[in-house]
């Protein structure tokens, strides 16, 4: 069973010509609307403050709605903020929080929020990256919440989320592994960035790399390491800007190779969490790769327990109508 939020809020966040967009949500409720999901997305309330606050530092929050009160403005060279941002950015991380409650109620299996501004960029006190509040860090509060202890962060965007990394990088019960596009913004992510207990997993890949690389690096090194950990719950950091045709970036990943990426992911936690995951879309620029990804990823979710998952072949190379944003 699989669970599909989504903030309408997030409409009121936007900036005229700016890759970081309405559109974007858009387009993947539009394709979940056109598959065979048959899967309808609610509607998810904003995040507690209390638990945004164990992420971010009050002064920073305060100053944003600050910022958007007073008319908004670009807070950085990428990042903005609106009148109506920070609802957009609350109920962002509440779908988080929201799915993290419907997991560990065991009401779904999976969660899945297609939300935005994106999160994993936000860091204790400074917005960055596209990212207001950091939803993922949110939704690990959440859990802790509910009595998890061992939770792993997956991040398969394109961009290191030095945010979520900084986060949790001295908690020996919280394991960050990430793949990302290496050098490259935001600069973070070497392979030697280990965290203080061993529990940070950077394996960075060069412009250039596509499915080969990419699922290499998840089954071989990613996926071993993960076993070790022994995570009660798996929350993933799912940026589809990775894909071949994402105009912002330089990995040549293919839908088919999200599809395998959610088999992965999607047997490490029936190995490891009784089959509970909890995802938050962060990047993915190309509308249609977008929505035919994430539409994909969710195919592998929805699918009966008792199907075939993918190989990995690593030697080749309540409802919510999408409408329009206006």
């Known amino acids: 069973m699989i669970a599909i939020l989504a903030n309408p809020e997030q409409i009121g966040h936007r900036a005229e010509g700016h890759p970081e967009r309405p559109e974007r949500v858009v387009a993947i409720l539009d394709a979940i609307k056109a598959s065979q999901l048959g899967v309808a997305p609610e509607i998810a309330p904003a995040a507690p403050e209390s638990m945004i606050q164990q992420v971010h530092d009050p002064h ?10 007073a008319g908004g403005g670009y807070l950085d060279p990428d990042t903005y903020i609106t009148p109506l941002s920070m609802r957009a950015a609350r109920t962002a991380a509440g779908a988080v929080v ?13 969660a899945v929020a297609v939300v935005r501004p994106p999160g994993h960029h936000a860091e204790h006190a400074q917005a960055m990256g596209f990212c207001l509040i950091n939803n993922i860090a949110v939704g690990v509060i959440a859990a802790r919440a509910k009595g998890i202890r061992r939770i792993a962060v997956l991040d398969f965007d394109v961009h290191h989320g030095n945010g979520t990394q900084h986060s949790f990088e001295n908690d020996a019960e919280v394991f960050y592994a990430s793949t990302h596009q290496y050098p490259y913004y935001p600069g973070t992510g070497a392979a030697g960035e280990r965290g203080a207990h061993g529990n940070v997993l950077n394996v960075p890949l060069a412009s250039g790399s596509g499915d080969a690389l990419f ?8 996926g071993p390491a993960l076993a070790a950990f ?3 719950l798996l929350l993933v950091s799912a940026g589809f800007d990775a894909h071949q045709d994402d105009p912002l970036a330089g990995l040549e990943v293919t839908t088919e190779g999200y599809r395998t990426l959610a088999s992965l992911i999607k047997s490490w936690a029936l190995a490891h969490t009784g089959g509970r995951t909890v995802w938050a879309l962060e990047g993915g620029y190309n509308l249609q790769a977008l929505g035919d990804s994430a539409v994909t990823c969710l195919e592998v979710l929805a699918a009966d327990a008792t199907e075939g998952d993918h190989r990995v072949d690593t030697a080749g190379d309540r409802g919510y109508n999408s409408g329009s944003p206006d």
């Open 60 to 69: 920073y929050v305060a100053r944003l709605d600050r910022t958007s009160e």
């Open 98 to 110: 929201e799915g993290v409650h419907r997991v560990l109620d065991g009401n779904v299996n999976h």
């Open 215 to 222: 699922l290499g690096a998840w089954e071989k090194k990613i």
């Open 230 to 232: 022994h995570p009660e």
